[in-house]
């Protein structure tokens, strides 16, 4: 599988995480709304550290912007099976409802499907999670699924529902064209 550790949009760089980054990734990562509907956190600074060093260049991104170098966010791309990947994404509170999400969420799907040559990507995101099932909408992905209180809401401390989504390389190819 070929892999590219950095990918530019007209707004974002994506590239490696590196433990210089820590006080931009506890920022977001430590903090209770940020991570309402994630299935980890809020971290403490060992686990936002370990986050850090298992970060794999090509798979999991710092997400910063190019107007002054601020790190904003971090996505990732994810194998899962052959020929498919799960996709995600969390942002700082402040920089949410701009457009960076779905910008992000582009580039990942380009970089599956024309760098990583997969056949299918997927999400999964909480059924309450709207900024997030909307970025799966915005980049031309399908609801696949609903799965009633699948996921643990640690925060809120409740079963919740989950949406399924997913994007083949055939439907990514039609909507590019
Ligand atoms: C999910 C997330 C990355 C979306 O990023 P974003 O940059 O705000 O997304 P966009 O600006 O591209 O917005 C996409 C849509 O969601 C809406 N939206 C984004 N965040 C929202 C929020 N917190 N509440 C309500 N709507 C929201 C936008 O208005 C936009 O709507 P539209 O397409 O109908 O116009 C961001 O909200 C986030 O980091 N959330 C916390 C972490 C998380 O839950 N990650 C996903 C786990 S599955």
Not at 47 to 65: C, H, N, S, W, Y
Request: charge should be negative.
């Amino acid at each position: 599988m070929k892999i590219k550790d950095r990918l530019d949009t007209e707004r974002l760089i994506l590239r490696p995480l590196t433990e210089n980054d820590f006080a931009g990734v506890h920022s977001w990562a430590s903090v209770p709304e940020n991570v309402r509907y994630m299935s980890w956190g809020p971290n403490s600074a060992e686990e936002t550290i370990d986050f850090i060093r298992g970060a794999k260049p090509g798979f999991e991104f710092g997400v910063v912007l190019k107007a002054d170098g601020q790190l904003i966010g971090s996505c990732g791309i994810y194998p899962s099976g052959k020929d498919t990947a799960e996709v995600g994404w969390t942002l700082h509170r402040d920089h949410w409802k701009k457009g960076y999400g779905t910008e992000l969420g582009h580039a990942l799907v380009e970089y599956g499907f024309e760098v990583m040559s997969l056949h299918r990507i997927f999400a999964l995101c909480a059924a309450d999670n709207y900024g997030s099932y909307r970025v799966m909408d915005n980049i031309g992905m399908r609801r696949e699924g609903h799965y009633l209180k699948a996921l643990w809401a640690r925060i809120d401390k409740e079963w919740i529902d989950q949406y399924l989504y997913a994007i083949l390389a055939e439907e990514y190819q039609s909507q590019v064209k």
